[in-house]
């Protein structure tokens, strides 16, 4: 049976994002994707950056079970690492030691708005218990910009989510830098992404 889910977006935006991951990721280590989804970002990473180890993650069981299941598709399972069930608000995440001591980087794609506030506390809190100086916390999604949309289909996206949940929702840029700063993050660089995203880099201060 094959397992792999298909996430229609992925197609679209996985190049664009890779182009920018490709300016700031380090040549080597192992990068930890918080909530990896299918998996379809996972391979392509990995096969864009194969000098890093990329370890992807998702609470999901199901998104899990995809995720292997490419993995195993694009011929990567000597390479790269079997997806871990990380909840962001499971504190202390589940990983292991190498993990720790060989992680560079954080990506979270799509996450933020599709899940309560609490958990973009709780990202940035354990990102920055486990990245050293300088190292960077990479979010893409939509985003508002002075507590404003961006766009149209942004504003009715947001809607949706809150009809969908009331704890979703399109976040205000400000405010979840806030929540960077808190932790130690500045903004190194937004990056404005196709279909009205952006791609927003924290670097941890010290
Ligand atoms: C819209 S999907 C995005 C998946 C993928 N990153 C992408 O862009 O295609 C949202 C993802 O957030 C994950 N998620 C939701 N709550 C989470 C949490 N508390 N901790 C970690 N991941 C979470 C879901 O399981 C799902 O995979």
């Excluded at 970002?41 to 609470?59: A, C, E, K, M």
Aim: charged letters at 25%; aromatic letters at 8%; proline letters at 6%.
């Amino acid at each position: 049976m094959d397992e792999r889910i298909f996430f229609p977006a992925t197609e679209r935006n996985r190049d664009a994002i890779a182009d920018v991951l490709s300016e700031v990721l380090p040549q080597s280590g192992i990068v930890l994707e918080i909530a990896s989804g299918s998996g379809e970002h996972g391979v392509i990473f990995q096969t864009r950056f194969p000098n890093l180890y990329w370890q992807t993650s998702d609470p999901n069981p199901s998104y899990r079970k995809s995720i292997s299941a490419w993995i195993g598709h694009q011929g990567l399972s000597n390479k790269m690492p079997e997806p871990i069930d990380l909840d962001v608000e499971k504190t202390p995440w589940p990983l292991s030691l190498e993990l720790r001591s060989s992680l560079k980087a954080i990506v979270c794609i799509n996450m933020i708005h599709i899940s309560p506030w609490k958990c973009t506390n709780a990202l940035f809190k354990e990102a920055g218990n486990l990245l050293k100086k300088n190292q960077v916390l990479i979010l893409y999604g939509p985003f508002k910009i002075d507590g404003e949309h961006i766009s149209e289909s942004n504003f009715r996206f947001d809607q949706t989510l809150r009809a969908r949940n009331s704890l979703w929702g399109v976040r205000d840029l400000d405010a979840v830098s806030e929540i960077g700063t808190k932790n130690r993050f500045n903004k190194r660089k937004i990056v404005h992404m196709p279909a009205n995203n952006l791609l927003v880099i924290f670097e941890l201060k010290k």
